[in-house]
C-alpha cells in the first residue's frame, strides 16, 4: 500500500481558498489513481475528485464542481484539492486515498471506493460563516 499524508487543511472564512496537498511513498506514483474524499460532522465519507493516472479528472457532486480543481505533481508525488469559494458545508475531514491497482481509470463518482485502499489520516478543513 501507498503511504498518504494530507496537509493544508484549517480555518477559513466563506469565500475562502485553501489547497490541500497529499504526499505518496511506497509506489510509482505516477501509475495510480487517487482520489479526494470527505467526511463533515455526522456524515459519511463522500467522495469529491479523482484524478486518473492517465491525468484525466472527475468531481463528485454539483457542490464541487467550477470550485474545486485536483492536480497532480508526479515530479514530486504529490496530488493537490485547490479549493476556492468555501462555503460553511465544506467543513469536513479531507482525505485523499490511492487505487490498490496501477493503471486504473475511473469513469464514475460511484462503486469505485472498493478499489482504493489506501488512506492518510486527513486533513481538517473548517469554514466559518
Known amino acids: 500500500q501507498a503511504q498518504l499524508v494530507e496537509s493544508g487543511g484549517g480555518l477559513v472564512q466563506a469565500g475562502g481558498s485553501l489547497r490541500l496537498s497529499c504526499a505518496a511513498s511506497g509506489r510509482t506514483f505516477s501509475w495510480y489513481t487517487m482520489a479526494w474524499f470527505r467526511q463533515g460532522p455526522g456524515n459519511e465519507r463522500e467522495s469529491v475528485a479523482i484524478i486518473n493516472w492517465s491525468g484525466g479528472t472527475l468531481y463528485c457532486g454539483d457542490s464541487v464542481k467550477g470550485r474545486f480543481t485536483v492536480s497532480r505533481d508526479t515530479a514530486h508525488n504529490t496530488v493537490y484539492l485547490q479549493m476556492n469559494s468555501l462555503k460553511p458545508e465544506d467543513t469536513a475531514v479531507y482525505y485523499c486515498?490511492?487505487?490498490?491497482?496501477?493503471?486504473?481509470?475511473?469513469?464514475?463518482?460511484?462503486?469505485?471506493?472498493?478499489?482504493?485502499?489506501?488512506w492518510g489520516q486527513g486533513t481538517q478543513v473548517t469554514v466559518s460563516s
Open positions: 486515498s490511492a487505487a490498490n491497482a496501477p493503471f486504473l481509470d475511473v469513469s464514475t463518482c460511484t462503486d469505485f471506493r472498493g478499489r482504493f485502499g489506501s
